[in-house]
């Protein structure tokens, strides 16, 4: 995520945003969302909801083990402050960072969305979707955030014409609710 939304929402919303990590499957989205906001906060500070309909990527997720090779996109001083190292093939996530991260099962078809989010990320899942379920999860999400907060989907998710969702597009990828 590009880091100039962090300081926006900073400034919309203070230091305590409510952000939900939508279809999080194995955590690498919440988490990574945890180590760009302490850059601007302590964990303490930090709180994300992350849902998947999935119980079993939520456990992997919970356990927080990732494989060497999917840490090699992170900046080498983040796994050094993030994670300790369990093998010569396999990291784990620091407990402090699990503990800024609530995973929840929710399924984004049939369940109650989170209110008044600050950010709602949601990537590579509504492209399996049919353009009327989209249509509705994106009312879902619009109804969710509060009034200027930001919606993120994935590079080919993008909507197509977001005013008539009450969207306004913030950049490439990026929908701040109107
Ligand atoms: C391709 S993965 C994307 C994971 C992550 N957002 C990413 O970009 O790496 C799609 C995820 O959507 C979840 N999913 C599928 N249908 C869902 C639904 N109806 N509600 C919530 N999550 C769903 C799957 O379990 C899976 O973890």
Redesign the pocket.
């Known amino acids: 995520m590009e880091c100039n939304v962090i300081p926006y929402l900073l400034n919309k919303f203070g230091n305590k945003l409510k952000i939900w990590s ?4 194995t955590g ?2 919440p988490y990574s969302l945890v180590m760009l906001l302490s850059k601007s906060m302590p964990l303490s500070r930090i709180k994300i909801i992350a ?4 119980k079993q ?1 939520l456990e992997k997720a919970k356990l927080g083990l990732y494989n060497v090779k999917s840490l090699q996109g992170l900046p080498p001083a983040y796994v050094t402050k993030y994670f300790r190292e369990i093998n010569s093939n396999t990291y784990q996530i620091l407990d402090s960072v699990k503990a800024c991260v609530e995973f929840k099962q ?4 049939k369940d109650a969305y989170p209110s008044q989010c600050d950010l709602i990320v ?4 509504l492209i ?1 979707f049919t353009e009327d379920a989209k249509d509705d999860i994106y009312k879902k999400f619009n109804a969710s955030l509060k009034k200027d907060g930001i919606l993120f989907v ?1 590079s080919t998710e993008q909507i197509i014409q977001p005013q008539n969702l009450q969207f306004a597009t913030y950049k490439s990828f990026f929908y701040k609710k109107v």
């Not at 949601?122 to 899942?125: A, L, P, T, Y």
């Open positions: 939508a279809a999080c499957s690498d989205e849902t998947d309909i999935d990527v929710h399924d984004l078809l949601c990537r590579n899942v399996y994935g």
